[in-house]
């Protein structure tokens, strides 16, 4: 079945780095566009970034454009968010989400989700 | 301020039907696919609809979904106590070039 595992948050100051990781299993990764789909405590959805399947193209949300970077490796079926210049209003709950190849932009899967919190 | 809105919430008594809107504009809703999410307190969201009005296997067909010009609608039928829990409809932006969530709905089964 489809699992997708993230991994690599935790607590950091604002202005630091962190890299995120998303382990893809079950389908045929390099079919499928990725997104980052983040989640501040006790707000909504936010969309963050897509890639497409072949890495291509790359689209961000407008408050991250310039520092955060959506990168996937088909060879390992991972997908990675690098995150600089994190900001206090970064913290969420970040999730990886699958978007099957004709599915009009649907998040047909979701991993558990990994928690960022950027604080002094 | 989301870009689709939404009520912040609906509810409903067991085996009633709730309809929750989306409303959007004609860069998202009115020419791209709705997609519906349930997320249970505590849980990762779920694809509930795709494509306006598709449902994935295993949803029950309790759930459907509707478009018309830059509206949506999901509607419950036949309201279950597992049905609470917040729902979010998004669309790919053709201006902002990216996904676009509505703000939730929580559905309360009373």
């Known amino acids: 079945q489809v699992k997708l595992v993230e991994s690599g948050g935790g607590v950091v100051q604002p202005e630091r780095s962190l890299r995120l990781s998303c382990a893809a299993s079950g389908f045929t990764f390099s079919n499928d566009a990725m997104h980052w789909v983040r989640q501040a405590p006790g707000k909504g959805l936010e969309w963050v970034a897509v890639?497409?399947?072949?890495?291509?193209?790359?689209y961000y949300e407008d408050s991250v454009k310039g520092r955060f970077t959506i990168s996937r490796d088909n060879s390992k079926n991972i997908l990675f968010l690098q995150m600089n210049s994190l900001r206090v209003e970064d913290t969420a709950l970040y999730y990886c989400t699958r978007d099957p190849s004709g599915s009009g932009w649907a998040f047909a899967s979701w991993g558990q989700g990994t928690l960022v919190t950027v604080s002094s | 301020q989301s870009v689709l809105t939404q009520p912040p919430s609906a509810s409903g008594t067991p085996g009633q039907r709730v309809t929750i809107s989306c409303s959007g504009s004609s860069s998202n809703i009115g020419n791209r696919n709705v997609n519906w999410y349930q997320q249970v307190p505590g849980t990762a969201p779920k694809l509930l609809i795709y494509?306006?009005?598709q449902r994935p296997s295993g949803v029950p067909d309790r759930f459907s979904g509707s478009k018309s010009g830059t509206s949506a609608s999901l509607a419950i039928s036949g309201l279950h106590s597992d049905d609470e829990a917040d729902y979010y409809c998004a669309a790919w932006d053709e201006s902002l070039n990216g996904v676009v969530f509505g703000g939730g709905t929580k559905v309360t089964v009373l």
């Open positions: 494509k306006n009005n």
């Open positions: 890639i497409w399947y072949d890495g291509s193209e790359k």
